[in-house]
Nanobody, 121 residues
Framework: VQLQASGGGLVQVGGSLRLPCAAS????????MGWFRQAPGKEREFVAS????????YYADSLKGRFTISRDNAKNTMYLQMNSLKPEDTAVYYC???????????????WGQGSQVTVSS
């Protein structure tokens, strides 16, 4: 079972990137998925999540309006469209699948290896 995030790179302030997260070895079409990020020296933080059929999406408040999460279950792939990028968006972006509610928060069972996004000013 593998989640592969890609599409990261170096982009200028105000630019855009789309990160795909491809799943292999298992289909996640019946499960929610999400994106997280971790900046240098900071804890990992929630970016966005999407329900199994894409009907429901959730975003970190600070990212609403700039980031869009989507999925194509036929391709077993999830996406994160990032627009109007800022230097503070610089981080390693991770995709994850199959959240489980612990009673306090959601814990994801599967994680990708991360894709570096660097926004330069």
């Amino acid at each position: 079972v593998q989640l592969q995030a890609s599409g990261g790179g170096l982009v200028q302030v105000g630019g855009s990137l789309r990160l795909p997260c491809a799943a292999s070895g298992r289909t996640f079409s019946q499960h929610a998925m999400g994106w997280f990020r971790q900046a240098p020296g900071k804890e990992r933080e929630f970016v966005a999540s999407i329900s199994w059929n894409g009907d429901n999406t959730y975003y970190a408040d600070s990212l609403k309006g700039r980031f869009t999460i989507s999925r194509d279950n036929a391709k077993n792939t999830m996406y994160l469209q990032m627009n109007s990028l800022k230097p503070e968006d610089t981080a390693v972006y991770y995709c994850a699948a199959e959240p489980t509610w612990t009673g306090v928060k959601y814990e994801y069972d599967y994680w990708g290896q991360g894709s570096q996004v660097t926004v330069s000013s």
